[in-house]
């Protein structure tokens, strides 16, 4: 069934992968006459390249893959793909491997990779129909045709004879063919296994003989390297020659200087030494003065506490001036208020203020004046004189000097205890108890630490 001994490249990628607009075939003919070569006519498309295991199958409809075909032929490229030529292209399938049933059969192209890139509408392998045509003949070509139909049937038979003969020939080919192909096989197989230790070995020696290469170059740079590195290095060492020599006259230099050094480092030794003598000097000056200054700082801050301690009792007298002043105003409030009364008393007695003597005795702490408080003598003196002397004496209050006649600063005094069972805050007006006499001192004197 195949013209060749090799078998087409075909896989099995189904009808939806497949790709039948990129070969188109030509003048296919709805039946071919069994027993005569078929001609397949195809169009490679403009997108289309054909390659050298593209073969042209005959499949049966129906065919589901291409290893289902019944006969195939070898593709031939075309010279050149360019030309309009070689688009147009045909392939001659031989009577011997066509069919021989009436199925339908189909042309489909395939490419080396078993996909199917174009295929031809269905036809049918069959002899012409008789009824179709209609043959006029006389009797003697009757006979002619009968006598022909004879030596047909005659060579009919020698022919299927030699047809017997030819398919036993053909059988014994066939299975010389299908053991030859085996052989085949086995030769393709360890053919492919030698052509792929030979390439695995021959990729082997490539990459060795790259390696080498690449170490024979990496030596070469490197030799390259090191003669480059010598030149240096023998530059280096003439140049530290050089400088040797350099080195030797520079070191006698510095003996030299060494001993002018030394000499130096002589007198420089007894300077330190005078240099060291007078800094203890000077460390004895600092630690007097810190003395000094120690004692200073203390004595700076005895008197910042003395200060402090004026400052807190300048305070406490400024507090107590106030409460004296208010209770001056006070005590003058009641002076005036004494005085009222006693013009009323006078005037209720029917005595003149002006016509009564005054007496102004001297104060027995001395420094008196004479007080117009209640110094016009006793009310009551027409019945009692002896009375009035008391009446005319003077006294002087010690916080805030102020004059006051002896009955009434007496007066005063019996009645003060009386008059300040409350103590009164000079600065917020709060009243204490006279029992919170140190509850009161507390209370101004954080006044005087606010202000």
């Known amino acids: 069934m195949e013209e060749t001994l090799e078998d087409p490249p075909t896989s099995a990628v189904l009808l939806d992968h497949c790709h039948f607009s990129q070969v188109i075939f030509n003048s296919v003919e709805k039946f071919y006459v069994p027993g005569g070569d078929v001609i397949c006519y195809y169009t490679l498309t403009q997108h289309f390249i054909p390659r050298r295991k593209d073969w042209i199958g005959i499949f049966r409809v ?48 395939v490419d080396q990779d078993g996909v199917v890139r174009g295929a031809s509408i269905p036809f049918q392998f069959r002899p012409e129909n008789e009824e179709d045509i209609l043959v006029v003949t006389t009797q003697g070509e009757v006979e002619e045709i009968e006598q022909y139909n004879s030596e047909l049937c005659k060579e009919n038979q020698e022919l299927k004879d030699s047809c017997v003969s030819l398919q036993k020939q053909n059988s014994d080919m066939q299975a010389e063919l299908q053991k030859k192909q085996e052989e085949l096989e086995t030769l393709k197989s360890i053919n492919e296994k030698l052509e792929q230790k030979v390439k695995e070995q021959k990729d082997s020696w490539e990459a060795e003989l790259l390696q080498l290469k690449e170490q024979n170059q990496k030596m070469s740079s490197e030799n390259e390297k090191m003669g480059v590195r010598v030149d240096q290095l023998q530059a280096q060492l003439s140049t530290q020659e050089k400088e040797m020599e350099k080195l030797v006259q520079r070191d006698q230099d510095k003996t030299e200087q060494l001993e002018y050094l030394k000499k130096e480092s002589g007198q420089l030794f007894v300077s ?35 200060n402090f301690d004026l400052s807190k009792k300048l305070s406490e007298n400024k507090i107590i001036c106030n409460v004296l002043q208010r209770e001056k105003e006070r005590m003058e409030r009641e002076n005036d208020l004494l005085k009222r009364e006693n013009n009323r008393l006078m005037s209720y007695m029917g005595l003149d203020f002006d016509s009564l003597p ?22 009551y003196s027409g019945i009692q004189e002896s009375s009035a002397p008391s009446l005319l004496s003077v006294k002087k209050c010690a916080p805030c000097k102020s004059d006051f006649a002896d009955d009434i600063f007496d007066h005063t005094l019996e009645q003060q205890p009386v008059q300040t069972l409350y103590l009164n805050c000079p600065i917020c007006d709060k009243s204490f108890s006279a029992k919170e006499k140190q509850i009161f001192e507390d209370h101004v004197f954080c006044h005087s630490l606010s202000v």
């Open 62 to 109: 129906g065919w589901k893959t291409t290893r289902e075909y019944y006969t195939f032929m070898w593709v031939t490229l075309p010279g050149d793909l360019n030309s309009k030529s070689t688009k147009q292209q045909e392939v001659q399938f031989k009577a011997y491997y066509l069919p021989k049933d009436d199925e339908y059969y189909q042309f489909c192209y």
């Open 272 to 306: 330190l030494t005078e240099e060291r003598e007078h800094q203890r000097k000077l460390k004895q000056t600092v630690e007097d003065l810190k003395q000094k200054e120690a004692t200073a700082t203390k004595k700076q801050q005895e008197l910042t506490d003395q």
């Open 358 to 379: 005054c007496q102004a005795p001297a104060s027995d702490q001395g420094g008196t004046g004479q007080n117009p408080g209640l110094v016009y003598g006793n009310p």
